[in-house]
């Protein structure tokens, strides 16, 4: 399990690093990992207690796989508990449809590893404590940047002892899709909306379930990932209804649960009340410029991802082996030019325009007309019609779920642990 590397004690609790990674989810944990691998001085800041927090997407697609692979913590990994997902497949109405068929990859791991997130960065963070120059800082948030006429130069935070000031050479934000630090340093943010919003909660699940992962019926929509003994289900709502849902009572949303997947029937009495059902936010955003002199945003806090298709967590490590490439040597010295930081969007802002790309017209094409379709009149949407019936199709989409645009190789040195 993930725990606090205490802080060296310091007059006015200042630490210093040469650069401090702000969010310890997947663009955080593996940039961390990656630069404390180079031999970097750096710092990840955390403001959980554990990873163990209830919402994290579970996919870890065959481009993260071989990052792994080219760490040589593939075995280890693979070890954990998990699942392999090697076909995609959903239910409209009572068809079942093929969407990816990621066996057909020709690739070392042609499947989605489904892991609990918290696993996955558990085990990020056990990965990168082998080596001395990797502090994460767990129950600590970042407030603020502290910064020296336009130059950041660090991060203020808090943690339970109050105030600490972490001085580093390079800030990055990877703080998530609500971002403090890219809000602090006032970057342009292009708005790309999103028209849904998911529900989370848990149902049990009966142990010969079928392992499906899109449910869509009814008017309704739901994705149910397979956590062993429940199902984390995300049911998906159109933006901003939560409230009406919650008008007509938790009756009415447990029987609208079991009319889209009536598997859980049975079970939809663990839903006990409301506060069993969180409601998460779907952005889809980019920021205009990921810099400013001394600071870098990657992952979510530079372009937040809806959940379609499962990607950003991937699309997150993938910034995040990026920027270990382009920038570990140049850390040796210090901080890298403001330019040198943008080589960091400018080579991860296509992959990233394309995948938000392709999540607008899932949203548009498929999960729109779901939620607008007649209790009685589920048809598969044309497009999904077009794959199921072509298996290259199945192809390219498991191509472009599962590989993405332009995926990343592990390039930034190793100096090998002690
Ligand atoms: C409802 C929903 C479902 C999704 N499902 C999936 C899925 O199944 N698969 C998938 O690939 N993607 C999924 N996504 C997208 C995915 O969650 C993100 O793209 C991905 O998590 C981005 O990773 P990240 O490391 O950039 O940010 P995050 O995962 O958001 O991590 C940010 C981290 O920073 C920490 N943090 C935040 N603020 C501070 C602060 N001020 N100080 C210190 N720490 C801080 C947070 O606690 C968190 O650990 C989903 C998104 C949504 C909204």
């Known amino acids: 399990m993930a725990g606090t590397d205490a802080p060296p004690q310091s007059a006015g609790r200042t630490l210093a690093a040469r650069c401090c990674v702000a ?3 997947p663009a955080g944990m593996m940039l961390g990992l ?61 068809a079942t449809m093929r969407i990816a068929d990621f066996s057909s990859l020709d690739m070392k791991y042609p499947f989605i590893a489904f892991m609990p997130q918290w696993d996955f960065l558990d085990f990020l963070a056990d990965s990168a404590r082998r080596y001395p120059s990797f502090r994460l800082l767990m129950r600590t948030e970042a407030t603020d940047l502290i910064r020296s006429g336009e130059t950041v130069t660090g991060v203020a935070a808090r943690d339970a002892e109050g105030p600490l000031e972490i001085r580093a050479a390079l800030t ?15 970057l342009d943010i292009e708005d790309i909306g999103a028209p849904i919003d998911v529900l989370w909660f848990k149902v049990h699940k009966d142990r010969d379930s079928e392992p499906v992962l899109a449910r869509i019926r ?3 929509m739901m994705v149910t990932l397979d956590r062993g003994d429940y199902w984390q289900c995300a049911f998906v709502i159109a933006k901003g209804q939560f409230e009406a849902i919650r008008a007509e009572g938790l009756d009415a949303f447990r029987r609208a649960v079991a009319d889209v997947a009536p598997i859980l029937a049975p079970h939809t009495g663990d839903i006990a009340t409301w506060d069993d059902v969180k409601l998460l936010t779907v952005r889809i ?34 910034d995040a082996v990026a920027a270990a490439n382009l920038l570990a040597d140049k850390l040796v010295h210090g901080c890298p030019s403001e330019d040198d930081l943008d080589q960091v969007r400018q080579r991860r802002l296509w992959p990233t325009r394309l995948t938000q790309a392709m999540q607008v017209v899932v949203q548009n094409r498929i999960v729109k007309p779901a939620l607008a379709a007649s209790p009685n009149g589920v048809r598969p949407p044309l497009l999904i019609r ?7 199709l199945q192809g390219q989409a498991a191509r472009m779920v ?15 642990p002690p």
Do not use: Y
């Open 23 to 25: 969010g310890g989810g």
């Open 34 to 94: 990656l630069l404390a691998r180079a031999g970097i001085d750096t710092v990840v800041l955390e403001k959980h207690g554990d990873f163990l927090r209830d919402f994290r997407g579970d996919t870890v697609h065959p481009s993260t796989l071989e990052v792994m692979d080219e760490l040589g913590l593939i075995d280890g990994f693979l070890k954990r508990p998990h699942q392999e997902l090697r076909r995609l497949g959903g239910e409209f109405g009572d």
């Open 172 to 186: 990055v934000a990877c703080d998530g899709r609500h971002s403090v630090l890219r809000a602090r340093a006032g």
């Open 218 to 220: 009814a008017g309704r």
């Open 285 to 318: 955003d980019r920021l205009k410029r990921w810099t400013k002199p001394g600071f870098l945003c990657i992952g979510d806090a530079a372009h937040a991802m809806s959940p379609v298709g499962g990607v950003g967590v991937n699309l997150a490590v993938q």
């Open 386 to 392: 077009v794959v199921n019936a072509w298996p290259w």
């Open 402 to 416: 599962g590989l993405g645009v332009r995926p990343e190789h592990v390039r930034s040195p190793e100096i090998p």
